[in-house]
């Protein structure tokens, strides 16, 4: 018998939900309790401190030290009174995850050999972790170790308590190397979030409302994720290891049935959900939405929209806390984009807008044929970014976890399209096919909307708008949703370069319409016509139908569409000269950063690739081969037993059958294995990067596939009480 797997069945079955209790009836009671939040530093600091770090925060000015000291002493005494022992400038680097080194706030008076607490603000602003051991794309020799973590005041510090009883002042923060190249995820994000707030700006105030003096990007991001019982993960090697499941038969129920999307959540999920919500809403993070996914065992959480920065921030913090809490309730959370074949992936749906300080939504439609003016501009102007810089938006989003999900089971597609609905395709068409707009002769007052169509764009798009789940790239009535971002990426990526391209377009578009007027055209005339051109020119990238049908693959060759289906050839857009030239020029990236970014996504590519092959060869001979030998064997034996007592051997012909099935599928296994390894060896003698990662996801993955058959073929055959892994139908239907 498989004894761990039937033990780690016994756990998983006796398990009930862990009883949560609530802090409060009201969550606006403990709602940023653990965040030093506004309201805490306007109650803790002089007035002459909080308006220079509110001014810092909204300007991005810098922080004198006087201010800083008085900050940190303030976060000092916070901190240790909700039981923080440590603090820590807690970071995003390139390796997925989060990171933080912890300092005691206790030190020793040299003067006296007494204990004190310090925080000084020069430890506020600034740490030095070893820069040489994260990945830093060869920026950093491995002898040269120095690096920073620098404050982001714009985000709130927060109290991480942890399973000892205690806690750690955790201080949002960019990591750089010593020679000052961005080494992280926020670093290029606050910097494209200052971009897009400049060059939006700029658009808003010479064209509609001189009011506004800041746009800032929004984002909400809905995460997707598996839960399995923690005895069943451990049980499964490629679990531990790789995040995702290499092997397992597809269980006779899965998803068709669609009985578990928005069904009724289990009691242990649930119990999980309430217990990472509180955790969550304490640290100000704004969770409202869960519920059951699509594939069983699935589920999502989706927090309000924030300013982007925040949101990213969170969205990391929030993984983090749910593994936290997770072991709390003898679970595992899988954020891997596809951890199981044959059923629903995971995304991070990312929700974008655009938000005035004046409190509008600019790309919220309005009543007011003059705001829908403003709407259109913007919305168009999204478009044409995505059109020109598809193939960067698709190398934002490569992963190797990604590779899995997308094309599949409900993901969008590799190819970067925009799904507008019925209703703005027609606004769109409608304007293409507009009259000479020189023609027209237009009146003060609301009657040059009129004339110009602006009316026809209904208030509520909301209800009007469909959502494709087959789209990339979707406007769902006040934003945008970006659903190709895979379930366990830094939501920072991605948003750094839709600002980007969005404010790159801005820009381009403001020229363009400055140059109609210096003819003397009306304001709202000279922006017509440049919309209409641009809607002209990226129609191409819009797309309604079916994303996973072969016809659109089809289409999208006769419009001219990138299809990008491997992470390595994705991730080659970033080291196109046209895609250096737009980060440098608008100083999100320097050439070294963006050739960085370029070697680290592909080594994390290549390593990832080459622990599932590892993984696929040590489960595949260790643990299945010999379990199905020693089957065999049993087999063997049966049929010399039969043939020895005179049974006809017509009655153990099914028998000989498994035998040789058996014998086929293992020796197909330890041959495609051998085979893997040599595909590996070669691919690791290839010094030259991007060949190598080439050939992981070719050769070497190419026998992922085919390995998989094999022992999903065995699976059908040993008999289940000797089977050595978890299978399917446990680790995704015992609740």
């Known amino acids: 018998m498989a004894i761990t797997r039937f033990k780690a069945l016994e756990l998983a079955q006796m398990r009930a939900g862990t009883p949560v209790k609530l802090p409060t009836e009201k969550v606006s009671d403990y709602y940023g309790s653990m965040t030093f939040s506004d309201e805490v530093m306007r109650s803790l600091l002089s007035p002459e401190a909080y308006l220079k770090i509110n001014t810092a925060i909204q300007t991005g000015s810098k922080i004198d030290r006087d201010a800083a000291d008085e900050v940190a002493a303030a976060m000092k005494s916070w901190a240790i009174s909700k039981g923080a022992t440590h603090y820590t400038h807690w970071f995003q680097p390139l390796t997925g995850t989060t990171a933080e080194k912890h300092d005691s706030f206790f030190d020793i008076d040299l003067s006296n050999g007494k204990a004190v607490e310090k925080f000084k603000g020069s430890a506020l602003v600034q740490q030095e972790p070893d820069a040489s051991s994260f990945p830093n794309g060869g920026i950093r ?212 807008a655009l938000a005035t300080d004046t409190g509008v939504n600019l790309l919220g439609p309005s009543s007011k044929p003059k705001e829908n003016l403003r709407f259109l501009t913007f919305f168009v102007n999204t478009l044409k970014a995505v059109h020109d810089r598809a193939d960067l938006l698709r190398a934002s989003i490569a992963s190797a976890g990604n590779e899995h999900r997308l094309g599949a ?148 060759e006769k419009r001219g569409l990138s299809n990008l289906k491997t992470t390595p050839e994705a991730l080659a857009v970033y080291a196109r000269p046209e895609s250096i030239e737009l980060f440098t020029k608008h100083g999100i990236y320097s050439k070294e950063e963006m050739h960085a970014r370029h070697e680290i996504e592909l080594e994390n590519y290549v390593k990832k690739i080459q622990i599932e092959s590892r993984v696929i060869g040590d489960m595949a001979i260790n643990h299945i081969v010999s379990t199905s030998l020693k089957y065999q064997t049993q087999l063997v034996e049966n049929v010399k037993g039969q043939k020895e007592i005179g049974i006809d051997p017509h009655y153990f012909a099914p028998t000989v059958e498994m035998i040789k099935k058996i014998s086929e599928y293992t020796s197909s296994i330890v041959r495609l294995q051998s085979e893997m390894t040599e595909a590996r060896k070669e691919a690791n003698n290839v010094e030259e990067l991007e060949e190598r990662a080439t050939l992981y996801g070719t050769k070497v993955k190419g026998y992922f596939e085919e390995i998989r058959y094999a022992v999903d073929k065995l699976e059908l055959i040993v008999d289940d009480d000797e089977w050595p892994l978890p299978k399917y139908r446990e680790l995704l239907l015992i609740k």
Not at 423 to 444: A, R
Not at 499 to 504: E, L
Request: proline content about 5%; charged content about 25%; aromatic content about 10%.
């Open 141 to 352: 020799s491995t002898f040269e170790a120095r690096g920073y973590t620098g404050w982001d005041p714009s985000s709130p510090a927060f109290i991480m308590e942890n399973a000892a009883g205690t806690a750690t002042l955790c201080i949002p923060s960019v990591f750089v190397s010593y020679t000052g190249e961005a080494l992280d995820y926020k670093t290029p994000l606050l910097k494209s979030i200052e971009l897009i707030d400049k060059a939006a700006t700029a658009v808003v105030k010479e064209f509609f409302n001189r009011d506004v003096s800041k746009v800032i990007p929004t984002l909400g991001a809905e995460q997707e994720y598996f839960l399995v019982d923690e005895a069943l993960f451990n049980a499964r090697p490629d679990l531990v290891m790789s995040g995702r499941t290499v092997f397992g038969h597809a269980p006779a129920k899965g998803q068709q049935l669609e009985d578990h999307y928005f069904g009724s959540i289990p009691n242990r999920a649930n119990a999980f959900m309430v217990d990472f919500e509180i955790e969550a809403l304490k640290l100000g993070m704004p969770v409202r939405t869960r519920h059951n996914e699509v594939a069983p065992a699935q589920f999502e959480v989706a927090p309000t929209f924030e300013e982007a920065n925040l949101a990213c921030d969170h969205n990391a913090l929030l993984m983090d806390l749910m593994n936290k809490v997770a072991s709390k309730h003898k679970l595992k959370v899988l954020f891997h984009e596809k951890p199981f074949a044959g059923i629903n992936g995971s995304g991070k749906h990312n929700n974008w």
């Open 409 to 556: 089971n409900e993901a969008p597609p590799a190819i970067v399209s925009a799904f507008l609905g019925s209703t703005m395709s027609q606004v769109l068409d409608d304007l293409e096919n507009m009259s000479d707009i020189d023609d027209i002769t237009l009146e003060k007052g609301d009657n040059v909307y009129l004339k110009l169509g602006i009316n026809k764009i209904p208030s509520l798009i909301l209800d009007n708008t469909d959502r494709n789940r087959t789209s990339p790239f979707a406007f769902t009535g006040n934003k945008f949703e970006f659903r190709a971002v895979g379930s366990s990426a830094n939501s920072a990526a991605p948003m750094t370069v839709l600002n980007t391209i969005v404010a790159d377009q801005l820009i381009k578009f403001r020229k363009e319409v400055e140059v109609i007027l210096e003819k003397g055209v009306k304001k709202e005339l000279a922006i017509m016509e440049v919309l209409k051109q641009y809607v002209k020119e990226s129609k191409k990238i819009r797309f309604e139908g079916n994303g996973y049908s072969d016809e659109w693959v089809v289409e999208a």
